[in-house]
């Protein structure tokens, strides 16, 4: 009786059924002497490549960061750590921001015409750059370039190697 080198299994002829390994000449009878390969080094993990999964991570800010710091494969990837560390950083910023806004918005309104228009203006400015440098940060990283922010980006990578 053959056994298959590469996997451990019965072989007739030569080729092994389970594996597809050639057998050839080397085939031995008797007790199967195949090894225990390590796993290969997988590209994707989860079936996600890095620079996908830290793309992922902007899509939907503090949720997405989140998930991907829980999700088991990803919580301990340091590329997709900081990723979702700076889209956390971001939005929370964002919000900040957006509270500014909104005390800033009330005092305008005091003023007649022009504290409406002022905080249109803002709000339109505001709202527009934060979707510019969330499709920057979205297609820079699925890109595969790592792009750090100036405040949030050391807070960031602090956070992902810790």
Known sequence: MAYCPNCGAEAQGSFC??????????????????????PAAAPAQAGLADNV????CYLAGLI???????????????AVRFHAFQSIFLHVGLIALWV?????SMVLHYIPVLGAMLSLLI?????????LVWLYMMFQTYS???????????MAEKQANA
């Open 17 to 38: 059924i389970k594996c597809g390994a050639s057998l050839g000449a080397s085939a031995p009878s008797g007790q199967p002497q195949y090894q225990a390969q390590a």
């Open 53 to 56: 999964a830290g793309a992922l």
């Open 64 to 78: 997405t960061g989140i998930i991907f710091l829980v999700v088991a494969p990803f919580s301990t990837n340091r």
């Open 100 to 104: 500014v806004f909104i005390f800033l």
């Open 123 to 131: 709000s339109l400015g505001l709202g527009f750059g934060f979707f």
């Open 144 to 154: 595969g370039k790592k792009v750090v922010l100036p405040i949030i980006g050391p």
